[in-house]
């Protein structure tokens, strides 16, 4: 087949969907298939080069906080063609451009998550009526338009699916994230066995909805019964700033490490442990960095919110959003019942390679383009 990835974000822009997009149109294409990527260019980049195999095209756009404005795009995807077109949203624009300039293609929509506008970007704070209308807005304009006209849409989560007011009403499929499992386990080969027995992780984009301040409020409350335990914080963001305001005094425990290469990465997931994902808002639909923790057997705790509390299974543990104390109280007992957490850390590998290996996933969502393709052109 030939196939179509739209997505507003792209690699080298790091996130969630971008990471998703990346590894489904890498396993599509290692299984034979020809993927073409339709991106904003955010950060600028070249219009158009050959990712990993991939060809990407990037548009002009104006960068939005979150949501890239893509100029004329209803023109600029009307000349590419394939047998289906895989849009994700959020943001809105690219799934809608496709919607307007691909009709005559099967279009299938991923749903990562509601777009939740958060309290506040670095130092300013969003008024309330200011979040009502830029999501009121999106739900009228943008959401129930594309969703009336997609031929299918995909959930990553039953639970998430089932609390989404945009959803409702709608038909779906669950299939969930992934990761290239033999791809990582290439990269996790030459990395030591040793574990550290006290280093807490956290991964992801530094930004108000992922609740690392409520890690920091738990480093500190750990800190006074393991006083040589270390959190390391990876990523950057706007909020970066005002959280290292928060661990002052702390320095030599919390430690900020910004973006670090791939392989750094896998080597902490695998040395870390236990792996801490403390969002609390529907912008947090997933969470991939719990399947590449399990995938090392590293144990995760996480939020109990919608789409999160389906992935863990027996990897982890799942604590009371915005609780410091919920999330101390778990890295408290991964601390002091290392057996086990040896066994949760096996119980999560075994549930990536039981399910969410993009082998797996890719082919189940192949197996909905094809039925998509055969609906459409049927008399």
Request: hydrophobic content about 40%.
């Amino acid at each position: 087949m030939r196939i179509i990835q739209a997505s507003s974000y792209f690699y080298p822009h790091i996130g969630g969907v971008e990471t998703h997009v990346l590894e489904l149109s890498q396993t599509l294409q290692d299984m034979g298939h020809d993927v073409i990527v339709l991106c904003a260019a955010v950060p600028k980049s070249r219009p158009t080069e050959v990712l990993n195999g991939l060809n990407v095209h990037r548009f002009p756009a104006i960068d939005l906080p979150y949501v890239p404005y893509m100029f004329a795009l209803r023109r600029r995807v009307a000349q590419f063609s394939a047998n289906v077109v895989h849009s994700h949203y959020p943001p809105p624009f690219m799934s809608y451009g496709t919607v307007k300039g691909l009709p005559q293609i099967p279009h299938v929509l991923t749903y990562h998550c509601d777009l939740e506008i958060p309290d506040h970007i670095a130092n300013l704070r969003i008024p309330n009526v200011c979040k009502n209308l830029v999501q009121q807005v999106n739900k009228g304009l943008y959401a129930k338009p594309v969703l009336d006209k997609v031929n299918q849409i995909i959930a990553t989560t039953q639970s998430y699916a089932q609390s989404s007011s945009v959803l409702r009403g709608y038909q779906y499929e669950i299939v969930p994230n992934g990761i290239r499992l033999q791809a990582f386990d290439k990269q996790l080969h030459d990395v030591s066995n040793e574990r550290m027995s006290k280093q807490v992780l956290f991964v992801g984009r530094l930004s108000s909805v992922k609740g690392i301040d409520y890690l920091i409020e738990a480093a500190k409350i750990v800190l006074k019964q393991h006083d040589d335990a270390t959190f390391l914080i990876v990523g950057d963001g706007e909020e970066r700033q005002r959280l290292e305001a928060l661990a002052i005094g702390y320095e030599n425990h919390i430690k900020f490490c910004g973006y670090i290469s791939r392989r750094a990465l896998i080597a902490l997931y695998k040395r870390s442990t236990v792996l801490v994902l403390p969002s609390f808002t529907r912008l947090e639909a997933f969470g991939v960095v719990l399947l590449e923790a399990m995938a090392c057997e590293t144990p995760v705790i996480a939020s109990r919110i919608p789409g999160v509390l389906d992935v863990i299974g027996e990897g982890g543990f799942l604590v009371t959003p915005r609780s410091p104390q919920s999330i101390a109280t778990a890295i408290l007992e991964i601390f002091e019942n290392p057996t086990n957490a040896r066994h949760m850390g096996k119980k999560g590998r075994q549930l990536v390679e039981q399910k969410y290996d993009w082998k797996i996933v890719a082919q189940g969502i192949l197996d909905l383009y094809a039925n998509v393709a055969e609906s459409t052109v049927r008399p």
